[in-house]
């Protein structure tokens, strides 16, 4: 299994002061951004020139996380626009490799995410597809959800079908101190952290302490 990265989620930081929250994370292996469409999820975040923005103000690499519809319109230009990770919900688009191949060929990691209710069959039949896989620990939408122990199963499987591929296999809802371990057990890599980072009053030491739990 590869190492171990914590990407913390700025959906719990203050949006007011986004450039300011992120520097307040330099531990972090990458930054994850959640970019909300009010049609896949209900609920409604930023768009792209708000990650460009961002690109100009951290070096800490972003995820980009869309839960959006038409992620074959959207998702190249997150990638073109630099952008090191793009994921996109497989529920979203009728062909998920063609998404996947866009965005490797505009120059990033493309990430593919499952929610809850998705069986993980429609990527393991592609993996050598991806870069990333996104198992959901909570239905998409909102922070300070609790972890859903039923994915763990699905975390597995994935887990087993990724072997030796270079493929990150991360988990994004309710993931902290009392949920990495499983998480991390059950053959995760990649952590998405919001409330249980930007909710303490040193979100790097919240890193860092997580880090810590995943790798022992
Ligand atoms: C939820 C988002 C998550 C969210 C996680 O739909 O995809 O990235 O920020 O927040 P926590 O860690 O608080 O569950
Ligand atoms: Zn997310």
Do not use: C
Not at 96 to 106: G, H, K, L, S
Not at 116 to 141: C, F, H, K, N, S
């Amino acid at each position: 299994m590869t190492g171990v990265r914590i990407e913390p989620s700025i959906l719990s930081a203050d949006f007011t002061a986004l450039a300011a929250d992120v520097a307040r994370i330099p531990s972090a292996d990458l930054v994850h951004v959640d970019v909300m469409d009010n049609h896949f999820v209900p609920n409604l975040t930023f768009g792209l020139p708000m990650v460009q923005r961002l690109l100009q103000v951290t070096d800490l690499p972003l995820d980009v996380h869309l839960m959006i519809d038409d992620p074959d319109r959207w998702a190249p230009g997150f990638a073109e626009a630099g952008a090191a990770v793009v994921t996109f919900h497989a529920e979203a688009t009728g062909d998920p490799v063609a998404v996947a191949r866009a965005i490797r060929a505009a120059g990033a990691r493309a990430g593919v995410a499952l929610k809850p209710g998705t069986a993980p069959d429609v990527v393991i039949a592609d993996l050598g597809e991806y870069d990333q896989v996104l198992v959901m620990t909570v239905e998409p939408g909102f922070g300070g959800q609790a972890f859903q122990p039923a994915m763990l199963g699905k975390v597995a499987a994935v887990r087993a079908a990724i072997g030796d591929r270079d493929v990150w296999l991360q988990v994004d809802g309710g993931i902290g101190p009392e949920t990495i371990g499983p998480a991390r057990a059950a053959g995760a890599d990649t952590f998405v952290a919001g409330s249980s980072v930007f909710g303490q009053a040193d979100p790097d030491a919240a890193v860092r302490h997580l880090r810590g739990l995943a790798a022992s």
